[in-house]
């Protein structure tokens, strides 16, 4: 039989909630994000699940609103748009992983950093970043259409986290993802499309996080485009991967988000 997790004590800023020792972050007292746990640092099984699980977490509480306000949308893609008038558009729609979220320069996140492969192979693509903090689903399909006013040749779509963690039917998070790939067929049939995969901690339930990771493939499956297995392979729990907040990653992280990510989105170009 499993036992509790036991947390260590905290020194200052400290309180009890439901039995767990809470950090205060400086972001919490701010109200902008959650506290986070604190285990011991000998226990890495324990410390890889508590930081995957964090990672999640903070994927939906760091972001805000679902919907993105246009001044959102327009800083998404106004780096790059004048750009690519004369090049074949690769553009990532996603969530805080694909936006940067902690970065000191949003271009080190991961598609930032396959641009910069890009530009080393000297091929005529240029990366737009639709990524916004705390996306959903629901929120992606919301603003697909106006992030769609930007022609693209590859679709990557990088989404679904923080249904997860919300403990969204399944079958609606399908519906959405499902809805997002039918907008981008519908409006440029010849764009490539991929696909990223998620997965939730074990915490979520055996059905429900079994249930998550297959929507991906089967996703890929019946709509015939490419799929990353795991966007975070290599990454999710790793301390010295992810930044102070022991929870999203750092530029390293990014790289080797980005090699995930490029494996298959290669073949696609």
């Not at 893609?77 to 729609?93: G, P, Q, R, Y």
């Not at 000191?104 to 192979?121: C, E, H, R, T, Y």
């Not at 040749?153 to 997002?180: C, H, K, M, Y």
């Given at each position: ?205 055996h059905d429900y996080t079994t249930a998550f990771k297959n929507l991906f493939p089967a996703l890929a499956e019946k709509n015939k485009i490419a799929l990353v297995p795991f966007l975070l392979a290599g ?35």
């Amino acid at each position: 039989m499993c036992r509790l997790f036991e947390f260590e004590p905290m020194i200052l800023n400290k309180r009890k909630h439901m039995g767990v020792t809470l950090r205060h972050s400086k972001g919490e007292r701010k109200g902008l994000c959650p506290p986070m746990l604190r285990v011991p640092q000998h226990d890495s099984t324990l410390l890889k699940f508590v930081g995957y699980f964090c990672l999640l977490l903070l994927l939906s509480a760091c972001g805000g609103k679902n919907t993105p306000t246009d001044t959102q949308q327009q800083a998404a893609t106004k780096d790059t748009t004048a750009a690519t008038s004369n090049k074949k558009v690769i553009l990532f729609f996603g969530d805080s992983l694909t936006a940067g979220y902690g970065l000191d320069d949003p271009s080190n996140a991961f598609p930032g950093v396959i641009q910069q492969k890009i530009d080393s192979l000297k091929l005529d693509y240029a990366v737009i970043n639709a990524g916004v903090s705390g996306e959903t689903t629901a929120g992606g399909l919301a603003r697909i259409d106006w992030v769609l006013k930007q022609k693209p040749n590859v679709f990557v779509l990088e989404l679904g986290a923080n249904d997860g963690l919300r403990g969204i039917p399944v079958a609606e998070t399908t519906r959405n993802l499902q809805s997002i790939i039918d907008k981008v067929k519908a409006k440029y049939p010849d764009a490539k499309i991929l696909l990223t995969g998620m997965q939730v901690p074990p915490s979520m339930g055996h059905d429900y996080t079994t249930a998550f990771k297959n929507l991906f493939p089967a996703l890929a499956e019946k709509n015939k485009i490419a799929l990353v297995p795991f966007l975070l392979a290599g990454v999710g729990g790793n301390p010295k991967l992810n930044q102070a907040d022991g929870i999203h990653p750092t530029a390293e992280g990014a790289k080797i988000v980005a090699d995930n990510v490029w494996e298959i989105l290669k073949t696609e170009l």
